[in-house]
């Protein structure tokens, strides 16, 4: 026993005595009484018997209303595939950097009213610029052809020491992402890619 933890409380957790291989009698607020891991009471990871998270889902759903709806479960998946290194998507999107902002995190009412209802069942939360993460101005709803496209015109491309997206150098170019794009993928050099001019009445997607 590395500690005594005896008497501390923890959330909501009273800690009563040690009963071995590193686990705690501990009572709950409510009265409930079970051993918890040792690592859990330091660490906080367990704050109640699983009332406390009852009565805050209880809240939250008379607070909105909405938490049986197809909006509720987007938000949902989109935190724990961010935040929970257990979700089977956290690999994709939170192990590789990808962050839901705070304001959304915290409320599924400002998650909403930054982006709106969900246009119909195909459509799913996307993020427009890939490199950024789940925050206002930066989602929107798409069906899954589009969030495709999406994800090829984010595709990053450096030129003369400056990286950018696909997309935003068929702005800056002026010559458009989709002509860029066909042209790399026909073995263009990214420099002449990016600075032939797209000619009115030519073929511009010319391998020539």
Same mark, same amino acid.
């Given at each position: 026993m590395a500690q005594d933890l005896a008497g501390r409380v923890v959330g909501r957790w009273t800690v009563v005595e040690y009963v071995g291989k590193s686990y705690w009698k501990c009572r709950c607020e409510c009265g409930t009484v079970k051993n918890v891991f040792t /690592?859990? +009471? #330091?660490?906080?990871k367990t704050l109640s018997c699983g009332c406390l998270r009852k009565e805050v889902v209880s809240v939250t759903s008379r607070t909105h209303g909405l938490s049986k709806t197809a909006e509720y479960r987007v938000w949902a998946g989109m935190k724990r595939r961010c935040q929970n290194k257990n979700d089977k998507a956290y690999a994709d999107y939170g192990g590789k950097g990808v962050t839901v902002c705070q304001q959304w995190s915290d409320s599924f009412e400002s998650f909403l009213a930054d982006v709106g209802k969900r246009p119909s069942a195909k459509h799913e939360i996307d993020r427009i610029d890939n490199s950024k993460g789940y925050e206002p101005g930066n989602c929107r709803w798409a069906t899954r052809s589009a969030q495709a496209n999406n994800k090829t015109n984010n595709r990053p491309i450096t030129f003369n020491g400056t990286t950018q997206t696909l997309a935003a150098w068929g702005r800056a170019t002026g010559i458009g992402s989709v002509t860029i794009q066909f042209r790399l993928d026909h073995g263009w050099t990214i420099e &002449? %890619? +990016? #600075? #032939?001019? %797209?000619?009115? /009445? &030519?073929n511009q997607f010319s391998k020539a």
């Amino acid at each position: 026993m590395a500690q005594d933890l005896a008497g501390r409380v923890v959330g909501r957790w009273t800690v009563v005595e040690y009963v071995g291989k590193s686990y705690w009698k501990c009572r709950c607020e409510c009265g409930t009484v079970k051993n918890v891991f040792t /690592g859990n +009471l #330091t660490a906080s990871k367990t704050l109640s018997c699983g009332c406390l998270r009852k009565e805050v889902v209880s809240v939250t759903s008379r607070t909105h209303g909405l938490s049986k709806t197809a909006e509720y479960r987007v938000w949902a998946g989109m935190k724990r595939r961010c935040q929970n290194k257990n979700d089977k998507a956290y690999a994709d999107y939170g192990g590789k950097g990808v962050t839901v902002c705070q304001q959304w995190s915290d409320s599924f009412e400002s998650f909403l009213a930054d982006v709106g209802k969900r246009p119909s069942a195909k459509h799913e939360i996307d993020r427009i610029d890939n490199s950024k993460g789940y925050e206002p101005g930066n989602c929107r709803w798409a069906t899954r052809s589009a969030q495709a496209n999406n994800k090829t015109n984010n595709r990053p491309i450096t030129f003369n020491g400056t990286t950018q997206t696909l997309a935003a150098w068929g702005r800056a170019t002026g010559i458009g992402s989709v002509t860029i794009q066909f042209r790399l993928d026909h073995g263009w050099t990214i420099e &002449r %890619a +990016l #600075t #032939t001019p %797209a000619e009115k /009445g &030519r073929n511009q997607f010319s391998k020539a």
